[in-house]
């Protein structure tokens, strides 16, 4: 959400981003930071051989062949151009890479920062630079729609004020998962009750997904 915040200031944009929690950086500045993407540059120097297909076989295969094949492909295929795209907005990466634990090779990109904190630190500078008005405690409830496009949010701020938010050319979604959702979570497996806990953020709880149900998604 910060990185679309930050690009869309980039090209013009007025941006309000609503931030639910107290702090920006959800589940990314409590990660490990690891990003994956082939980079001759990186690699070479290491003497490790890769490509842009075999990045594409690999994440279908740790996905167990479940994933979009076209949204793997975009996802591959733009990830060393998402490395660009942050250092170009000063946020400073390793000079080598590593095989993050899970991975299937050596393509891993940590960040001069420890974990997640550098991609967050980073985004936020770049955003308010660019006027990117980040309102905190401000937490989502409904996606206003006209007809079967949404043109807006309705919110609650930390004073329990309703608050609408109107988008003259769109809304982006991006507010992670439902991990901390044990009702939600339990719909898709009833093993994962509340003796389960979550290594997710308190603020994981499916927000997002229930709104864009309840228009239709």
Same mark, same amino acid.
Not at 44 to 66: F, M, V
Not at 174 to 200: C, H, P, V, W
């Given at each position: 959400?910060?990185?679309?915040?930050?690009?869309?200031?980039?090209?013009?944009?007025?941006?309000?981003?609503? $931030?639910?929690?107290? *702090?920006?950086?959800? +589940?990314?500045?409590?990660?490990?930071?690891?990003?994956?993407?082939?980079?001759?540059?990186?690699?070479?120097?290491?003497?490790?051989?890769?490509? #842009?297909?075999?990045?594409?076989?690999?994440?279908?295969?740790?996905?167990?062949?479940?994933?979009?094949?076209?949204?793997?492909?975009?996802?591959?295929? =733009? @990830?060393?151009? =998402?490395?660009?795209?942050?250092?170009?907005?000063?946020?400073?990466?390793?000079?080598?890479?590593?095989?993050?634990?899970?991975?299937?090779?050596?393509?891993?990109?940590?960040?001069? /920062?420890?974990?997640?904190?550098?991609?967050?630190?980073?985004? /936020?500078?770049?955003?308010?630079?660019?006027?990117?008005? #980040?309102?905190?405690?401000?937490?989502?409830?409904?996606?206003?729609?006209?007809?079967?496009?949404?043109? =807006?949010?309705?919110?609650?701020?930390?004073?329990?004020?309703? *608050? $609408?938010?109107?988008? +003259?050319?769109?809304?982006?979604?991006?507010?992670?998962?439902? @991990?901390?959702?044990?009702?939600?979570?339990?719909?898709?497996?009833?093993?994962?009750? $509340?003796?389960?806990?979550?290594?997710?953020?308190?603020?994981?709880?499916?927000d997002g997904i229930i709104m864009a149900q309840d228009v239709g @998604?």
């Amino acid at each position: 959400g910060l990185a679309a915040a930050v690009e869309a200031a980039q090209q013009g944009a007025s941006v309000i981003l609503l $931030e639910k929690m107290a *702090m920006l950086g959800g +589940n990314t500045i409590r990660s490990g930071g690891a990003y994956n993407a082939v980079d001759p540059e990186r690699q070479a120097p290491q003497g490790i051989e890769d490509s #842009i297909e075999w990045h594409y076989y690999q994440t279908l295969k740790g996905g167990d062949y479940e994933g979009d094949p076209a949204l793997v492909a975009t996802f591959v295929e =733009g @990830a060393l151009g =998402g490395i660009h795209w942050l250092e170009s907005l000063g946020i400073e990466f390793r000079p080598n890479v590593f095989t993050v634990v899970g991975s299937l090779w050596t393509r891993a990109h940590l960040m001069k /920062e420890v974990a997640g904190t550098g991609y967050i630190m980073g985004l /936020e500078k770049v955003a308010k630079e660019k006027g990117v008005n #980040i309102l905190k405690n401000t937490r989502a409830t409904n996606l206003l729609t006209k007809g079967r496009r949404v043109i =807006g949010v309705e919110a609650v701020g930390k004073d329990g004020k309703v *608050m $609408e938010f109107r988008a +003259n050319k769109g809304v982006v979604l991006a507010s992670g998962g439902f @991990a901390g959702n044990i009702e939600l979570r339990m719909q898709y497996n009833d093993k994962l009750d $509340e003796k389960i806990g979550t290594t997710n953020h308190p603020g994981a709880t499916g927000d997002g997904i229930i709104m864009a149900q309840d228009v239709g @998604a």
